[in-house]
Protein backbone atom coordinates (compact mmCIF):
# COMPACT_ATOMS: atom_id res chain seq x y z
CA UNK A 1 0.00 0.00 0.00
CA UNK A 2 3.13 2.35 1.08
CA UNK A 3 4.92 1.54 -1.65
CA UNK A 4 1.79 2.02 -4.39
CA UNK A 5 1.24 5.63 -2.76
CA UNK A 6 4.77 6.43 -3.16
CA UNK A 7 5.09 5.31 -6.32
CA UNK A 8 1.55 8.00 -7.35
CA UNK A 9 3.38 10.11 -5.66
CA UNK A 10 6.52 9.79 -8.00
CA UNK A 11 4.63 9.82 -10.70
CA UNK A 12 2.82 13.42 -9.86
CA UNK A 13 5.76 15.02 -9.28
CA UNK A 14 7.64 13.41 -12.29
CA UNK A 15 4.30 14.93 -14.09
CA UNK A 16 4.29 18.43 -12.78
CA UNK A 17 7.86 18.49 -14.01
CA UNK A 18 7.02 17.45 -17.81
CA UNK A 19 4.60 20.24 -17.25
CA UNK A 20 6.54 23.20 -16.26
CA UNK A 21 9.11 21.82 -18.65
CA UNK A 22 6.87 21.97 -22.09
CA UNK A 23 5.94 25.61 -20.30
CA UNK A 24 9.65 26.99 -19.97
CA UNK A 25 10.06 25.85 -22.86
CA UNK A 26 7.47 27.01 -24.84
CA UNK A 27 8.05 30.74 -23.09
CA UNK A 28 11.45 30.90 -24.51
CA UNK A 29 10.67 30.20 -27.82
CA UNK A 30 9.85 33.45 -30.07
CA UNK A 31 6.06 33.34 -31.44
CA UNK A 32 6.58 32.22 -34.94
CA UNK A 33 5.00 35.17 -37.20
CA UNK A 34 3.09 34.06 -40.30
CA UNK A 35 3.35 35.98 -43.25
CA UNK A 36 -0.06 36.66 -43.94
CA UNK A 37 -1.37 35.20 -47.66
CA UNK A 38 -2.76 38.40 -48.52
CA UNK A 39 1.08 40.04 -48.37
CA UNK A 40 0.51 41.33 -51.93
CA UNK A 41 -2.87 42.93 -51.19
CA UNK A 42 -1.78 44.55 -47.89
CA UNK A 43 1.36 46.28 -49.74
CA UNK A 44 -1.35 47.23 -52.27
CA UNK A 45 -3.14 49.35 -49.06
CA UNK A 46 -0.15 50.67 -47.55
CA UNK A 47 0.70 52.10 -50.89
CA UNK A 48 -2.63 53.94 -51.01
CA UNK A 49 -2.66 54.67 -47.32
CA UNK A 50 1.11 56.36 -47.32
CA UNK A 51 -0.13 58.44 -50.70
CA UNK A 52 -3.40 59.52 -48.94
CA UNK A 53 -1.54 60.31 -45.58
CA UNK A 54 0.60 62.39 -47.63
CA UNK A 55 -1.99 63.79 -49.81
CA UNK A 56 -3.86 64.81 -47.01
CA UNK A 57 -1.43 66.66 -44.97
CA UNK A 58 -0.73 68.39 -49.14
CA UNK A 59 -4.40 69.27 -48.85
CA UNK A 60 -4.35 70.91 -45.35
CA UNK A 61 -1.91 73.23 -46.56
CA UNK A 62 -3.34 74.14 -49.46
CA UNK A 63 -6.73 74.78 -47.51
CA UNK A 64 -4.77 76.89 -45.23
CA UNK A 65 -3.02 79.07 -47.71
CA UNK A 66 -6.55 79.57 -49.87
CA UNK A 67 -8.00 80.40 -46.32
CA UNK A 68 -5.73 83.25 -46.15
CA UNK A 69 -6.39 84.44 -49.91
CA UNK A 70 -9.66 84.38 -49.08
CA UNK A 71 -10.79 81.97 -51.44
CA UNK A 72 -13.53 80.11 -50.17
CA UNK A 73 -14.15 78.47 -52.90
CA UNK A 74 -10.83 76.68 -53.00
CA UNK A 75 -10.29 76.36 -49.17
CA UNK A 76 -13.66 74.26 -48.96
CA UNK A 77 -12.26 71.91 -52.21
CA UNK A 78 -8.88 71.64 -49.85
CA UNK A 79 -10.49 70.83 -46.97
CA UNK A 80 -12.87 68.37 -48.60
CA UNK A 81 -10.13 66.69 -50.31
CA UNK A 82 -7.88 66.40 -47.25
CA UNK A 83 -10.51 64.94 -45.05
CA UNK A 84 -11.58 62.23 -47.76
CA UNK A 85 -7.74 61.38 -48.05
CA UNK A 86 -7.45 60.89 -44.45
CA UNK A 87 -10.61 58.66 -44.05
CA UNK A 88 -9.74 56.38 -46.65
CA UNK A 89 -6.51 56.33 -45.28
CA UNK A 90 -8.06 55.16 -41.89
CA UNK A 91 -10.03 52.58 -44.09
CA UNK A 92 -6.88 51.01 -45.44
CA UNK A 93 -5.42 50.74 -42.15
CA UNK A 94 -8.46 48.73 -41.09
CA UNK A 95 -8.09 46.70 -43.80
CA UNK A 96 -4.60 46.03 -43.21
CA UNK A 97 -5.05 45.10 -39.76
CA UNK A 98 -8.18 43.10 -41.10
CA UNK A 99 -5.86 40.98 -42.90
CA UNK A 100 -3.22 40.19 -40.68
CA UNK A 101 -0.62 42.96 -41.48
CA UNK A 102 0.46 46.11 -39.71
CA UNK A 103 0.74 50.00 -40.87
CA UNK A 104 3.07 52.86 -39.73
CA UNK A 105 2.72 56.08 -41.32
CA UNK A 106 4.98 57.55 -43.91
CA UNK A 107 7.69 59.98 -43.00
CA UNK A 108 6.47 63.33 -43.58
CA UNK A 109 7.36 64.29 -47.17
CA UNK A 110 8.27 68.48 -48.70
CA UNK A 111 4.85 70.48 -48.35
CA UNK A 112 4.37 72.87 -51.22
CA UNK A 113 3.07 76.36 -50.37
CA UNK A 114 2.78 79.32 -53.24
CA UNK A 115 -0.42 80.61 -54.63
CA UNK A 116 -3.88 78.90 -54.60
CA UNK A 117 -3.89 78.55 -58.27
CA UNK A 118 -0.48 77.01 -58.56
CA UNK A 119 -1.62 74.80 -56.13
CA UNK A 120 -4.42 73.92 -57.81
CA UNK A 121 -2.43 73.02 -61.35
CA UNK A 122 -0.28 71.04 -59.01
CA UNK A 123 -2.84 68.72 -57.31
CA UNK A 124 -4.21 68.49 -60.42
CA UNK A 125 -0.88 67.43 -62.23
CA UNK A 126 -0.53 65.42 -59.38
CA UNK A 127 -3.44 63.56 -59.02
CA UNK A 128 -3.31 62.59 -62.87
CA UNK A 129 0.18 61.34 -62.98
CA UNK A 130 -0.49 58.99 -59.45
CA UNK A 131 -3.89 57.75 -61.28
CA UNK A 132 -1.82 57.25 -64.56
CA UNK A 133 0.70 55.40 -63.54
CA UNK A 134 -1.64 53.27 -61.53
CA UNK A 135 -4.28 52.56 -63.41
CA UNK A 136 -6.28 50.48 -61.05
CA UNK A 137 -3.62 47.77 -61.43
CA UNK A 138 -4.15 47.38 -57.67
CA UNK A 139 -8.09 46.95 -57.97
CA UNK A 140 -7.14 43.84 -60.62
CA UNK A 141 -4.62 42.62 -58.35
CA UNK A 142 -7.19 42.30 -55.11
CA UNK A 143 -10.12 40.94 -57.73
CA UNK A 144 -7.99 38.50 -59.11
CA UNK A 145 -6.96 36.96 -55.89
CA UNK A 146 -10.55 37.22 -54.62
CA UNK A 147 -10.05 39.87 -52.09
CA UNK A 148 -13.32 41.76 -53.05
CA UNK A 149 -13.16 43.63 -49.74
CA UNK A 150 -9.47 45.05 -50.79
CA UNK A 151 -10.84 45.74 -53.97
CA UNK A 152 -13.60 47.70 -53.04
CA UNK A 153 -11.83 50.12 -50.46
CA UNK A 154 -9.48 50.46 -53.47
CA UNK A 155 -12.17 51.39 -55.99
CA UNK A 156 -13.40 54.09 -53.21
CA UNK A 157 -10.09 55.28 -53.41
CA UNK A 158 -9.16 55.31 -57.16
CA UNK A 159 -13.14 56.81 -57.73
CA UNK A 160 -12.42 59.67 -54.90
CA UNK A 161 -8.90 60.53 -56.67
CA UNK A 162 -11.08 61.09 -60.29
CA UNK A 163 -13.79 63.10 -58.31
CA UNK A 164 -10.70 65.20 -57.22
CA UNK A 165 -9.10 66.03 -60.43
CA UNK A 166 -13.02 67.01 -61.45
CA UNK A 167 -13.82 68.83 -59.01
CA UNK A 168 -10.65 71.00 -59.49
CA UNK A 169 -10.56 70.88 -62.91
CA UNK A 170 -14.40 72.61 -63.31
CA UNK A 171 -14.30 74.84 -60.22
CA UNK A 172 -14.88 77.66 -62.20
CA UNK A 173 -17.13 76.48 -64.51
CA UNK A 174 -19.50 74.70 -61.84
CA UNK A 175 -19.12 77.67 -59.46
CA UNK A 176 -19.61 75.28 -56.45
CA UNK A 177 -18.44 76.33 -53.11
CA UNK A 178 -19.40 74.14 -50.91
CA UNK A 179 -18.55 70.96 -51.36
CA UNK A 180 -19.67 67.19 -49.16
CA UNK A 181 -17.79 63.94 -48.67
CA UNK A 182 -19.29 60.55 -47.99
CA UNK A 183 -18.16 59.62 -44.10
CA UNK A 184 -17.61 55.89 -45.02
CA UNK A 185 -16.45 55.57 -47.64
CA UNK A 186 -14.74 58.91 -48.86
CA UNK A 187 -16.60 60.02 -52.28
CA UNK A 188 -16.81 63.81 -52.52
CA UNK A 189 -19.39 66.18 -54.24
CA UNK A 190 -20.24 69.88 -54.98
CA UNK A 191 -23.13 70.00 -52.14
CA UNK A 192 -25.40 71.18 -54.73
CA UNK A 193 -24.79 67.81 -56.41
CA UNK A 194 -24.84 65.28 -53.57
CA UNK A 195 -26.90 62.31 -54.52
CA UNK A 196 -29.95 60.95 -51.48
CA UNK A 197 -27.68 57.84 -51.06
CA UNK A 198 -23.56 57.49 -51.71
CA UNK A 199 -23.79 55.83 -55.38
CA UNK A 200 -20.43 53.87 -53.50
CA UNK A 201 -20.91 52.50 -50.41
CA UNK A 202 -25.28 53.82 -49.60
CA UNK A 203 -24.80 56.11 -46.90
CA UNK A 204 -27.67 58.36 -46.57
CA UNK A 205 -26.84 61.61 -48.07
CA UNK A 206 -28.05 63.39 -44.62
CA UNK A 207 -25.05 61.96 -43.69
CA UNK A 208 -22.50 63.76 -45.37
CA UNK A 209 -20.30 65.75 -43.67
CA UNK A 210 -20.24 69.08 -45.66
CA UNK A 211 -17.33 71.71 -45.76
CA UNK A 212 -18.86 75.54 -46.52
ZN1 LIG B 1 -19.95 56.48 -49.62
Request: with cysteine; charged share 25%; hydrophobic share 45%.
Amino acid sequence: MKLRLSLILLLFVASVGVLVWLYDGKAFIPPRREKSSWSEIIADLEACGHRKHLKALQYDRFAQIAAAEKRSDAEHLFRAMAFSEHLQEQNCILAIRRLGGTYAAPRPGAIFGGPTDGNLERSIAEERRSYNERRDAEIRRAMSRGNRYAARLLVWAAAADLRKIFLMECRNGVGARTFAVCPLCGNLYAAEFTDRFCPFCLTDGAEFVRFE
